[in-house]
């Protein structure tokens, strides 16, 4: 017996109907990321192993356990990437971008990730990420803007309830004095903390505190927090994020427990959650790496970026109540007996070189009734019809499926008349 052959575990297929709006939610992210100025920039999706060692640290989960590492016919360990940041800094770095306009940069990607999570509601081991780098600026605005970036494109995406969780995590002057007072309290409360966190304390302590498990939550609670230990210039750098948030408007609700674990992670972190999507309700996260460059290359820039997971933004967006999908624009040819159907078959292809979006049933075998059953099963918008009748008259009938309004027209109008139907709301 032949096995069946099926997607891999924690994957899975984008199907047609999903299309217009993964399509359209990539649009707005393009569109929106554009008015801030950001370009953007595709790398492979596979790069070497080490990159993301040095991009992403040897004691995060993601490297620790997450990676889809090989090694190629060539001997060479290479990995699937499990997020976009190192990528885009590899690139900004290997072609020399820092030393053009100052170092700065506003780059932005959408593509696949792979991670070797534990499959659940939300979460794949291939998933979709659009994130932007902000890289060149040390001061405050910038933090301020990238959240501004995020909460704009989910307005404009439809979404009006959503806050952003701020938090600023120090810097690697206030950081080491303020790890070891939390790894001693954390040692303290060994006992009550979940495996993984006690695993956590030595490998990194302030990744405890944003830890999912209930009873480590209820623990923490009391814990020492990073913005109780900051250094004046960290606090004053998250006065000012606060302050340009609440300038342009952005709501935002201080969580003192958001972290980034590792130690380029610098100052501001932030996170979007929804509520709806249970226990995988990070919707997008991000914050200031002002020391991942130099991990690269000899010059130390600062930069900020985030990254929004799109399978989630999607599943969000169909509960919204506003979804507005775009109006199909599909104009189906239907023929009865073989001099209509070579006629509509010349027809498809001016129509389809023109712009338009046109099917035919090209089997040419269905009765016309089957024919316009099936385009209003693909959702068409219009009918032209060449029948019998229409073909002896010199005619065509064009059908309206939204106003069911039926009528003939002579061949040389159908281009106008058929715009006419289309740009119609
Ligand atoms: P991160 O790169 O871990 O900060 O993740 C940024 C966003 O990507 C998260 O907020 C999620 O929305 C999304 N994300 C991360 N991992 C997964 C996954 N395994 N499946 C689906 N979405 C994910």
């Not at 575990?9 to 984008?14: C, F, Q, W």
């Not at 990070?282 to 914050?287: M, R």
């Not at 790496?289 to 799109?310: C, H, K, R, T, W």
């Amino acid at each position: 017996l032949k096995q069946k052959i099926q997607c891999v575990r924690g994957t899975r297929d984008i199907l047609p109907e999903d299309m217009p709006l993964w399509h359209r939610t990539e649009q707005v992210v393009r569109d929106v990321f554009g008015c801030f100025g950001f370009s953007e920039i595709r790398t492979p999706v596979f790069e070497n192993t080490a990159l993301f060692e040095r991009g992403i640290g040897a004691s995060s989960d993601i490297v620790g356990k997450e990676m889809y590492t090989f090694i190629d016919r060539g001997e060479r360990s290479l990995t699937l990437r499990p997020e976009g940041t190192a990528s885009v800094v590899r690139a900004y770095l290997e072609h020399k971008m820092p030393y053009r306009d100052l170092g700065q940069a506003r780059l932005f990607y959408l593509g696949p990730m792979f991670r070797y999570e534990r499959p659940q509601a939300g979460r794949f081991r291939q998933f979709y990420q659009a994130g932007a780098e902000l890289l060149g600026f040390e001061n405050p605005e910038a933090d301020s803007e990238c959240v501004a970036m995020l909460y704009t494109l989910l307005l404009k995406l439809g979404f009006k309830e959503l806050k952003v969780d701020i938090n600023s995590v120090g810097c690697p002057a206030c950081r080491p004095d303020f790890n070891k007072t939390l790894v001693t309290w954390l040692i303290k409360k060994k006992d009550f903390l979940s495996l993984d966190s006690q695993r956590r304390i030595d490998l990194n302590p302030l990744r405890v505190l944003d830890s999912k498990d209930s009873q480590d939550k209820e623990v923490v609670q009391t814990a020492p927090k990073p913005i109780e230990h900051l250094c004046p210039g960290c606090l004053e750098h998250f006065e000012n994020v606060k302050r340009f948030l609440d300038k342009i408007k952005v709501p935002y609700v201080i969580n003192p427990f958001l972290v980034r674990g590792l130690d380029y992670y610098t100052r501001t972190a932030f996170e979007i959650l929804s509520g709806s999507l249970g226990a995988q309700n990070a919707l997008a996260g991000g914050g200031r790496y002002d020391n991942l460059v130099g991990q690269f290359g000899s010059v130390e820039i600062p930069a900020v970026g985030f990254a929004v997971g799109m399978d989630r933004l999607i599943e969000l967006i169909k509960s919204l109540p506003s979804v507005e999908i775009k109006k199909s624009k599909l104009v189906a040819l239907i023929s009865q007996g073989r001099p209509a159907f070579e006629k509509i078959f010349i027809l498809a292809q001016q129509l389809r070189v023109k712009g338009f979006e046109v099917w035919f049933d090209t089997s040419n075998k269905k009765s016309i009734k089957n024919q316009m059953k099936q385009a209003s099963v693909l959702d068409a918008r219009v009918a032209v019809i060449v029948g019998e009748e229409e073909l002896s008259k010199g005619v065509i009938a064009l059908k309206d499926f939204s106003s069911q309004i039926q009528k003939d027209i002579s061949c040389e109008e159908i281009e106008l008349r058929l715009k006419e139907i289309l740009n119609a709301n």
